[in-house]
């Protein structure tokens, strides 16, 4: 693949080159497999696709591992943000009739690309840890002295279930959803590569929303231990090397066409609009979403090259259950349809 942009690294290799060094996964042939056809079948009826990308990469120490170095994400951004291209044209269309062919163009087909046991769409309203509280186990009710289970929903979560379930048959019913689960780095960064270009055939109607939080170190191949570092040997000496950034070769080649929004998470308030833009001015590509860890719930910059907007939950938004994802989605597709419908 001849691939323009960034010709390199801060190490000064290629992109390229560096993506070699990243073993493909054992699954790769077969789960491109599913993508293409997944892409196929919904190219063939003119729906736009979403890449949604969501959790952090792992990082092995070893070979055959058992420790590893993790980035941090629940998953919950990218879950919360899959559901609402798919669910967009049910919610839209009660209540803006009139617009009926520009909401009918914002029902996207989903490629959840994200790392294993991490929060998925629809799933995650079954997870305690989310804000809507639904439990599982809390549904099934054991009688201690007959043995028998049942199945008991509190009245009060009747109706946000069988909504979730309405909208998840639907989405299954159509085929709206490839989930692809990664755990490493290398999984990530093959199976993203592969989902980019499945979907270069769209040109503009396809989107990238690179939500996962992707590591910027990574301990070489040649570097990796086979077996497990033993303490006996007393506290190791780790090189990890940078990762090579993908983002200019997804935006510039893979994907070249496409609306690309990525992602910018800091801890540091004063780093964060200035370190956005400047990815959006290294890797040209057209969305840079920039949020700080301690309050990524209820706020979010919006930044693009003519553009800067913030998008806050309130609190009594958070409390009713409300989603800052659903905010970044409606203002996302608009752009997006703009993107799409212009050439420049
Ligand atoms: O997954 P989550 O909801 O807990 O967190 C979301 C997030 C902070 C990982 C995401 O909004 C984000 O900023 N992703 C990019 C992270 C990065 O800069 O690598």
């Not at 909504?163 to 639907?170: E, G, H, I, T, W």
């Not at 800067?308 to 349809?337: F, P």
């Amino acid at each position: 693949m001849n691939c323009n942009y960034p010709q390199t690294n801060d190490l000064g290799a290629s992109t390229e080159d560096e993506l070699a060094e990243f073993s493909p996964p054992k699954l790769l042939h077969e789960t491109k497999n599913k993508i293409f056809q997944f892409v196929d079948k919904h190219y063939t009826n003119n729906k736009r696709i979403v890449v949604v990308t969501s959790g952090g990469t792992a990082v092995p120490l070893e070979n055959k591992t058992v420790r590893f170095i993790d980035n941090f994400s629940t998953g919950t951004r990218g879950s919360a943000a899959a559901e609402y291209p798919l669910l967009y044209i049910i919610r839209s269309l009660i209540s803006y009739l009139a617009c009926t062919r520009y909401f009918l163009q914002a029902g996207y087909a989903v490629i959840f690309l994200h790392r294993v046991k991490t929060l998925i769409p629809f799933r995650r309203h079954l997870d305690k840890n989310n804000s809507k509280g639904l439990s599982l186990l809390d549904i099934f009710q054991l009688n201690p002295s007959s043995g028998s289970v049942s199945i008991t929903v509190d009245q009060s979560q009747i109706p946000q279930l069988a909504q979730v379930l309405k909208d998840y048959q639907s989405v299954q019913r159509r085929q709206m959803l490839l989930c692809v689960e990664f755990v490493t780095l290398c999984d990530y960064l093959h199976y993203l590569r592969a989902a980019a270009e499945a979907i270069q055939p769209l040109g503009r109607a396809a989107m990238i929303f690179l939500a996962a939080a992707v590591s910027d170190f990574y301990v070489p191949g040649y570097a990796l231990p086979e077996h497990k570092i033993q303490s006996a040997h007393g506290p190791p000496v780790i090189h990890l090397r940078q990762v090579p950034k993908m983002l200019g070769c997804l935006a510039q080649e893979w994907a070249k066409k496409a609306f690309v929004v990525s992602f910018k998470l800091e801890t540091d308030h004063s780093l964060l609009v200035r370190k956005a833009r400047e990815a959006l001015d290294k890797y040209k590509h057209q969305v840079v979403i920039a949020n700080l860890l301690e309050n990524r719930r209820t706020k979010l910059e919006v930044i693009t090259s003519q553009d800067h907007c913030t998008l806050t939950l309130m609190k009594e938004e958070l409390e009713g259950g409300k989603e800052l994802e659903e905010k970044l989605i409606a203002d996302l597709v608009v752009r997006h349809n703009q993107f799409a419908n212009s050439d420049t």
